[in-house]
């Protein structure tokens, strides 16, 4: 009865497990979704068998669910398998009774069984036998019997009696039934994906190759058509289907354009393959034509029956088509070689056979082709055998196209030729296609112009002058003469733009205007401008440029370069000398003016302050008049003041040098000097340590600082600074260059700065002209700097000055360092007058006014006075004089004699006469350009009474 239960529930179980090929072919076993949906399945059917089991006790009953389930999960996976236990679980557990628990390890330990066996033959290999499906089926059941312990052990034992024997009986049978169901459908489904695959590789490769092809059946009608005869036929596969071929396939002779006979009706009769002629279009359904390769061979079946006809061709239209180009290409190129006008071979280069000529080459050697044929190149070509073997391999190799020989000719004679040679490929042999040009009257022209070329070149290099070839402003030709002049190697210059030789861009802007309009205007173009050389220096040049091409400016442009810098420089120091020549003038003119008026103008003036001073002396101090003679000095003092200024401009001045040092000399001045600019200025003293002596009059050091100091106080608004400095320098032939007028040599440098407003450019330029001044009228007579530059021009120095707006001046004056040996002369006079001694004077001054002004001098100074009014005057003196005569006080300038050749007549009488001149303007009779000679003494006119009593002290010393 047992038997007979498990039979009955495992049977109804087998049988639904049949299901399992529907979900296989819906969803696929290798899908989540038909995973779950296998499970689902093979978890309903153990229900369905829980419902139906084999009863031992009430709650405790066998099913077929360990097969269902074990075999679910070997054959779906952990998914199917986790899904197909859920419901068993639940419904064993809802049974409940006494062998729920082994219940449900039952469904746990079949499904892990399954699982297990899933995971062994996936490792191990796919499972194949039935003897794989029994094995598998008594474990899942042993398992299962084990699960028995979990009862009552006594009634664990009574189940396996009474059970045990029948499961592993029956259930590994229902394992085998169902599990070769499934390998079955399995094994089905891989079998239709396989012929599936395999028809889609096969219509896949039709479809891929290039040739079309149609397969029909016996009857001639279509059954296949694959993409690429669809093209050519026009017709799709669908409606081509069951046409007879010809009505599809339209082959016609392409001359006549004739049907041909169906090619699958010639299989069909022959049962043999047909190949189509070469000659055959294929017409397609709209009329478009096609070279077809085109071949047809009958299909068999396994049995060797006839099933029907492949037909396959090919588009070889393009093949065609290139064919036919090649057959015209080859007729054009032999119509170009035989009738061309140029000279064409077909050489061996083996041998130098020559293959082929043209009609030129008959032309051209005198040979008829025929003889040309015959010949060989070495018959032709001057070189020797050997060279032209060489020549010929160049040229098949292709390491040299273009040649140049001598060619002999029939009658011959020998001409210059150029080849043009490449290696061809006919019938698989290289052949040398030469093009041969005539270039003898060129060569001769060559020769000719390399001659013209080299005679020119001989001249562009000779030329004394800079010459260039220039496009766009670049330079592409120079001459050794312009690299000269630059500095620049040849190399340096070409290729280079032209403004490389300009100091700055508007030099080169200007040349390229000016030229240009100058070549538009006159067809050549001259400028002057500068070049900047390699090593820094700028020169002066003389550009002379011409077009190459006067109707397009842009082919270029030859230009000539002269160096005109000694020119320039010769220019610029005729102008110096020139500008000098003017001043120098100018200097001369008021020297001759100051001069002419000085001796008179002085002598009243002597007049005038002698009167004055005597007068003085005869007023007391407070009497209105007192006052109004200390005015007529003042301004008689001022008048004198200007024409000792007028003699220093002009370098007239009657002065007495001394060797000093320049320290002491304005050491002793700085206090009278800040005196004179005032305590709003601050003046600083910065005398230089050992400074070398010159040999200047210290009252014109007085003069040039009280100038200097006084223009730079004028130029100070308010608060402000000056310095006073000293200093050697040596001044080189460089620096001379650089400052007109300068000599090199050793210098004392006097620099007087000022932080005042400056001076523009253009006032500069006047500072040192006599009258010029820039403050108002009445503030200045215009002499001060001018007084200056005379005095250091006097003693043989420069002056220089710098200067901006808002930034202060300096003024440095340098003289001549004094190297001879003397001893300086620091003795300083004392500031009184002393009277005589009983001495006797003899004045003589041809003015009247003025000789009886320095009479009454010499009176009240208590000296014995003859008075003479002129040199005759002075000798019949002399002559009458019983008495000594001490000192001779005689004006310089008079009409009869000088006061110098006075002076000489009566010391050739009296040698131990003492002498003392006085003047307003020696004209060089006792001085020489001012400078007064040794052991001579002089008085300055106008002078004032206490002047006049030192000097007379000084000279009867």
């Known amino acids: 009865m047992a038997y007979l239960d498990l039979i009955l529930n495992l049977a109804l179980l087998i049988a639904l497990s049949v299901v399992s090929g529907f979900i296989e072919q819906r969803w696929s076993r290798h899908t989540r979704l038909g995973m779950v949906a296998q499970g689902i399945l093979f978890g309903g059917v153990a229900v369905i068998g829980m419902y139906r089991p084999l009863q031992l006790e009430p709650g405790l009953f066998f099913d077929g669910r360990s097969v269902m389930l074990s075999i679910c999960a070997l054959f779906y996976g952990p998914l199917a398998a986790a899904t197909s236990c859920l419901p068993p679980l639940a419904c064993r557990l809802a049974m409940g009774g006494s062998g729920t628990v082994m219940g449900m390890l039952t469904i746990l330990s079949s499904t892990a069984v399954g699982l297990a066996g899933y995971r062994f033959f996936r490792v191990n290999g796919r499972l194949s036998t039935v003897l794989h499906l029994y094995v598998f089926g008594i474990i899942v059941h042993l398992a299962m019997l084990a699960m028995a312990f979990s009862l009552p052990l006594d009634k664990a034992l009574a189940t396996i009696r009474s059970i045990g024997l029948p499961v592993l009986v029956l259930y590994p049978l229902a394992t085998i039934l169902v599990g070769k169901i499934l390998l079955d459908q399995e094994f089905?489904?891989?079998?239709?994906?396989?012929?599936?695959?395999?028809?889609?590789?096969?219509?896949?490769?039709?479809?891929?190759?290039?040739?079309?092809?149609?397969?029909?059946?016996?009857?001639?009608?279509?059954?296949?058509?694959?993409?690429?005869?669809?093209?050519?036929?026009?017709?799709?596969?669908?409606?081509?289907?069951?046409?007879?071929?010809?009505?599809?396939v339209r082959v016609v002779d392409q001359e006549s354009h004739e049907q041909l006979l169906d090619p699958v009706e010639r299989v069909l009769e022959s049962g043999k393959p047909v190949l189509l002629t070469n000659h055959t279009l294929l017409v397609g359904r709209g009329g478009a034509?096609?070279?077809?390769?085109?071949?047809?061979?009958?299909?068999?079946?396994?049995?060797?029956?006839?099933?029907?006809?492949?037909?396959?061709?090919?588009?070889?239209?393009?093949?065609?088509e290139t064919r036919e180009q090649l057959r015209k290409s080859e007729s054009l190129f032999r119509n170009i070689f035989e009738h061309h006008a140029a000279v064409k071979l077909l050489i061996d280069?083996?041998?130098?056979?020559?293959?082929?000529?043209?009609?030129?080459?008959?032309?051209?050697?005198?040979?008829?082709?025929?003889?040309?044929?015959?010949?060989?190149?070495?018959?032709?070509?001057?070189?020797?055998?050997?060279?032209?073997?060489?020549?010929?391999?160049?040229?098949?190799?292709?390491?040299?196209?273009?040649?140049?020989?001598?060619?002999?000719?029939?009658?011959?004679?020998?001409?210059?030729?150029?080849?043009?040679?490449?290696?061809?490929?006919?019938?698989?042999?290289?052949?040398?296609?030469?093009?041969?040009?005539?270039?003898?009257?060129?060569?001769?022209?060559?020769?000719?112009?390399?001659?013209?070329?080299?005679?020119?070149?001989?001249?562009f290099r000779a030329a004394p002058v800079g010459i260039g070839v220039v496009v766009d402003r670049v330079f592409i030709l120079v001459n050794d003469h312009l690299c000269a002049m630059t500095g620049y190697s040849r190399?340096?210059?070409?290729?280079?733009?032209?403004?490389?030789?300009?100091?700055?861009?508007?030099?080169?802007?200007?040349?390229?205007?000016?030229?240009?309009?100058?070549?538009?205007?006159?067809?050549?173009?001259?400028?002057?401008?500068?070049?900047?050389?390699?090593?820094?220096?700028?020169?002066?040049?003389?550009?002379?440029?011409?077009?190459?091409?006067?109707?397009?400016?842009?082919?270029?442009?030859?230009?000539?370069?002269?160096?005109?810098?000694?020119?320039?420089?010769?220019?610029?120091?005729?102008?110096?000398?020139?500008?000098?020549?003017?001043?120098?003038?100018?200097?001369?003119?008021?020297?001759?003016?100051?001069?002419?008026?000085?001796?008179?103008?002085?002598?009243?003036?002597?007049?005038?302050?002698?009167?004055?001073?005597?007068?003085?002396?005869?007023?007391?101090?407070?009497?209105?008049?007192?006052?109004?003679?200390?005015?007529?000095?003042?301004?008689?003092?001022?008048?004198?003041?200007?024409?000792?200024?007028?003699?220093?401009?002009?370098?007239?001045q009657t002065i007495a040098p001394k060797v000093l040092d320049l320290n002491i000399a304005v050491g002793g001045l700085v206090k009278m000097l800040q005196r004179l600019i005032g305590e709003n200025i601050h003046l600083a003293w910065m005398p230089a340590p050992l400074l070398p002596l010159v040999h200047i009059d210290p009252a014109q050091i007085d003069?040039?600082?009280?100038?200097?100091?006084?223009?730079?106080?004028?130029?100070?608004?308010?608060?402000g600074s000056m310095t006073i400095e000293t200093r050697a320098v040596t001044v080189d032939a460089e620096y001379c260059t650089q400052n007109a007028g300068f000599a090199a040599g050793e210098y004392v440098v006097l620099s007087v700065s000022d932080n005042g407003c400056g001076m523009e450019p253009a006032v500069m330029e006047k500072i040192f002209e006599p009258f010029y001044t820039t403050k108002g009228v009445g503030q200045g007579t215009g002499l001060g700097l001018a007084t200056v530059?005379?005095?250091?021009?006097?003693?043989?120095?420069?002056?220089?000055?710098?200067?901006?707006?808002?930034?202060?001046?300096?003024?440095?004056?340098?003289?001549?360092?004094?190297?001879?040996?003397?001893?300086?002369?620091?003795?300083?006079?004392?500031?009184?007058?002393?009277?005589?001694?009983?001495?006797?004077?003899l004045l003589v001054e041809d003015d009247p006014s003025l000789l009886d002004?320095?009479?009454?001098?010499?009176?009240?100074?208590?000296?014995?006075?003859?008075?003479?009014?002129?040199?005759?005057?002075?000798?019949?003196?002399?002559?009458?004089?019983?008495?000594?005569?001490?000192?001779?006080?005689?004006?310089?300038?008079?009409?009869?004699?000088?006061?110098?050749?006075?002076?000489?007549?009566?010391?050739?009488?009296?040698?131990?006469?003492?002498?003392?001149?006085?003047?307003?303007?020696?004209?060089?009779?006792?001085?020489?350009?001012?400078?007064?000679?040794?052991?001579i003494h002089f008085l300055n006119k106008p002078f004032s009474s206490k002047e006049l009593s030192v000097k007379i002290r000084e000279a009867l010393a």
Request: hydrophobic content about 35%; charged content about 25%.
């Open 491 to 652: 190399d340096e210059l070409l290729g280079q733009n032209s403004r490389m030789l300009y100091p700055t861009d508007e030099d080169f802007t200007f040349v390229g205007t000016e030229k240009y309009l100058q070549i538009q205007q006159k067809n050549i173009g001259t400028v002057e401008t500068r070049w900047l050389c390699k090593d820094g220096t700028c020169i002066d040049v003389l550009l002379s440029s011409s077009p190459l091409d006067a109707k397009n400016l842009s082919a270029g442009v030859t230009f000539s370069a002269l160096d005109i810098s000694e020119r320039k420089h010769a220019e610029q120091e005729r102008e110096k000398l020139q500008g000098q020549l003017v001043q120098a003038q100018k200097m001369d003119s008021v020297g001759r003016l100051t001069g002419g008026v000085a001796h008179d103008f002085n002598n009243i003036l002597s007049v005038i302050l002698g009167y004055t001073e005597i007068a003085m002396e005869q007023t007391r101090a407070d009497s209105p008049l007192y006052g109004h003679l200390q005015k007529i000095r003042e301004a008689g003092q001022r008048s004198a003041d200007i024409i000792r200024q007028l003699l220093a401009f002009s370098r007239q």
């Open 789 to 841: 530059y005379g005095i250091v021009k006097q003693n043989h120095g420069f002056i220089n000055v710098y200067s901006e707006p808002g930034q202060g001046t300096t003024f440095r004056i340098y003289l001549p360092q004094y190297t001879e040996s003397e001893t300086i002369d620091r003795e300083e006079h004392e500031d009184a007058r002393e009277n005589s001694k009983g001495e006797t004077i």
């Open 188 to 248: 089905k489904l891989q079998f239709i994906d396989s012929l599936q695959q395999a028809r889609e590789q096969l219509d896949t490769t039709l479809r891929s190759i290039q040739d079309a092809v149609i397969s029909t059946d016996v009857r001639g009608q279509i059954r296949y058509m694959n993409p690429v005869a669809e093209t050519l036929t026009g017709w799709s596969s669908f409606e081509a289907h069951n046409k007879r071929l010809a009505e599809v």
């Open 349 to 459: 280069p083996d041998s130098g056979a020559i293959l082929e000529a043209n009609e030129a080459a008959e032309h051209f050697y005198g040979w008829s082709r025929q003889q040309l044929k015959e010949m060989r190149i070495q018959d032709i070509n001057r070189l020797a055998s050997d060279e032209i073997s060489q020549e010929m391999e160049k040229a098949r190799s292709s390491q040299r196209v273009h040649f140049e020989f001598r060619h002999r000719m029939a009658d011959g004679s020998v001409r210059d030729v150029e080849v043009f040679s490449s290696s061809i490929e006919v019938h698989g042999k290289s052949i040398l296609h030469s093009i041969v040009h005539d270039v003898t009257a060129q060569k001769q022209a060559e020769r000719d112009l390399r001659a013209s070329q080299e005679y020119l070149g001989s001249i």
């Open 289 to 320: 034509e096609y070279h077809i390769s085109e071949n047809a061979a009958p299909m068999h079946d396994a049995e060797g029956k006839l099933t029907g006809v492949v037909l396959v061709f090919r588009d070889v239209t393009p093949e065609y």
């Open 703 to 719: 003069q040039v600082l009280i100038n200097l100091c006084v223009n730079a106080r004028d130029a100070i608004d308010g608060v």
């Open 853 to 935: 002004m320095c009479l009454t001098m010499l009176h009240r100074l208590g000296y014995s006075v003859l008075a003479a009014n002129g040199p005759l005057e002075a000798l019949r003196i002399v002559d009458q004089q019983p008495g000594a005569i001490d000192l001779l006080l005689t004006d310089v300038i008079m009409p009869e004699m000088n006061g110098r050749e006075l002076s000489s007549r009566l010391l050739a009488r009296h040698p131990g006469l003492k002498v003392l001149y006085m003047s307003g303007y020696t004209a060089n009779v006792i001085a020489h350009h001012g400078v007064l000679d040794a052991g």
